[in-house]
């Protein structure tokens, strides 16, 4: 058997059967903050046995980096303090909005893809950086409709994360949702990307709703069409910590740590490494 | 700020969209499918609410909930970060909006508040508990309580009355909602308020045969012996439901 190299997201759903999980074996967890900050009673007891038993990466979901807001600077340091105390390594999140006008959604949502807004993400990273004092890793998010964009998207990924020198985390089911959605070639974008950046990957499944669309649901097994893509994409950057997101549908752990494996096997033939979140 | 202004007026109208689904002038969208962000926003938040508000939503019309939750995304700007906190401002949004008033339903204020703090107490931070022994008189040592609770007025019993009861019952209620300690679950309690006050002093550091004399003259009880062996009762069955400790060291 391989060694295993890669996490699961931590969902509520399941956290306590994987706490006492002989089946499901992550290298590492990862929990979106928002979702634990502040929290205590049963699900503090939970978070701690958790902490305790896998490494913890972090995966925000309100930082709205592409908002035209101000940074929210109070919510940055919880989520500072939040990351000490449960020692995380890997703080990492969306290259998206879902704040305006000082409104949350809850979702996110496409930024123009414009350079007036790579110059603007670029200073809030930093300043996001800063107070953090550690680097953040920014994701490639699937998107349904491009928004008055004026360069294309691995110009304008690409532009941010070489310009602020963040982290990217390479989303390879969102790549393949987007070159769905938008009829390109996924290995094709994958190449032009930072990949030197590469700090972090995610995989996840997707439901295709028309003959057009796919939504990035993380309900769904990840399909053999990611898998492939995934394998390519490891060829191409160097080991970095590996996550299977499922947020829905949640099937027996077995059927989650059969993913696992597949995607510990794909690594092990590609990557010569004793741990890529140590 | 580095953005142009026309830059934040595309994000802004994206975002109002999937506040109140009213379909904005976008450069360059595929304007098919627009809706799925609204859709896709508009369910996060309409889940979080169902998930919090599990009796106001079975029993409101499907059609009144529905166009409650429209109308609160659409109207307010939910300040908070965390998704799960945010029915807290929608239980604020229909108490500054008289929803209440406006649907008939005077006891939703109640309804609404009560679902919200069982959440609220079940999530809320741990606060540290006070040192405490178990030895000790009820009446001359201070008396150590769970301090994870919340102490509440009602007009309705929405925790006791299913909703389609609740016209014409209207009174004062009180009512303890704590977290027990060790399973993290929350206990609901009716007490009266002469037991309220008692438990509100007793909170605030007061010694119990103190809180007694002046309860027997606040409620013209006129019987310190009869109130203090119903205190006591009372006291010791808080204490088999895991709310008093014992004695403050």
């Known amino acids: ?278 | 700020m580095q953005l142009l202004k026309d830059t934040y007026q595309q994000q802004a109208m994206l975002a109002e969209y999937c506040r109140d689904g009213i379909v904005p002038e976008l450069k360059g969208v595929k304007a098919e499918n627009l809706h799925h962000y609204r859709r896709l926003v508009f369910n996060i938040a309409s889940d979080a609410l169902e998930t919090c508000y599990p009796i106001t939503h079975s029993f409101l019309p499907k059609e009144v909930w529905e166009k409650l939750v429209y109308d609160y995304f659409a109207e307010h700007k939910c300040k908070t970060s965390q998704v799960w906190r945010m029915p807290m401002e929608f239980y604020d949004y229909c108490v500054k909006k008289d929803i209440a008033g406006q649907l008939g339903h005077y006891f939703l204020n109640d309804l609404l508040y009560v679902e919200w703090l069982e959440l609220d107490v079940h999530t809320m931070e741990d606060i540290p508990y006070p040192s405490f022994t178990t030895k000790g008189d009820w009446f001359t040592n201070k008396i150590a309580i769970n301090p994870e609770y919340k102490l509440i007025k009602l007009t309705y019993p929405v925790h006791t009355t299913a909703p389609t009861s609740l016209a014409g019952k209207e009174g004062t209620f009180f009512l303890l909602i704590y977290r027990e300690k060790e399973s993290g679950n929350v206990q609901f309690m009716d007490l009266s308020m002469l037991y309220t006050y008692i438990l509100e002093q007793i909170a605030n550091g007061e010694l119990l045969k103190d809180v007694l004399e002046e309860a027997n003259n606040l409620f013209q009880i006129n019987d310190i012996l009869l109130l203090k062996e119903h205190a006591e009762k009372f006291i010791t069955d808080l204490q088999q439901r895991q709310f008093v400790l014992g004695f403050l060291k």
Request: with cysteine; aromatic share 10%; glycine share 4%.
């Open chain 1, 1 to 278: 058997m391989s060694k295993q190299y890669t996490g699961i997201g931590f969902r509520k759903d399941f956290a306590e059967e994987l706490l006492s999980s002989t089946v499901l074996k992550p290298s590492f967890i990862e929990m979106a903050p928002e979702n634990w900050i502040g929290m205590g009673g049963y699900w503090k007891k939970v978070l701690d046995k958790a902490a305790e038993k896998f490494p913890i990466t972090c995966h925000g979901l309100s930082l709205s980096i592409g908002s035209p807001d101000e940074v929210d600077v109070e919510f940055v340091k919880q989520v500072k303090k939040f990351l000490k105390q449960y020692n995380v390594k890997v703080y990492s999140e969306h290259l998206s909005y879902s704040k305006c006008d000082n409104a949350h959604l809850y979702d996110l949502l496409p930024i123009p893809f414009r350079q007036d807004a790579v110059k603007h993400i670029v200073q809030r990273i930093k300043q996001v950086q800063d107070i953090l004092e550690m680097p953040i890793a920014l994701e490639n998010v699937s998107y349904y409709t491009p928004v008055a964009a004026e360069m294309n998207e691995v110009e304008f990924i690409s532009a941010i994360v070489k310009e602020s020198g963040c982290n990217m985390l390479l989303d390879v089911n969102n790549v393949y949702v987007n070159s769905f959605n938008h009829q390109y070639d996924p290995k094709e974008f994958i190449k032009k990307l930072p990949l030197d950046h590469v700090a972090y990957i995610h995989m996840a499944g997707h439901e295709q709703i028309s003959d057009t669309v796919i939504i990035d649901t993380h309900g769904q097994a990840v399909i053999d069409q990611v898998f492939e893509l995934f394998d390519y994409t490891v060829g191409l950057v160097k080991p970095v910590p590996v996550l299977l997101e499922r947020d829905f549908n949640i099937p027996e752990l077995e059927e989650l740590q059969g993913e696992i494996t597949r995607m510990d096997n794909i690594i092990a033939k590609k990557w010569q490494i004793a741990d890529a979140i140590a």
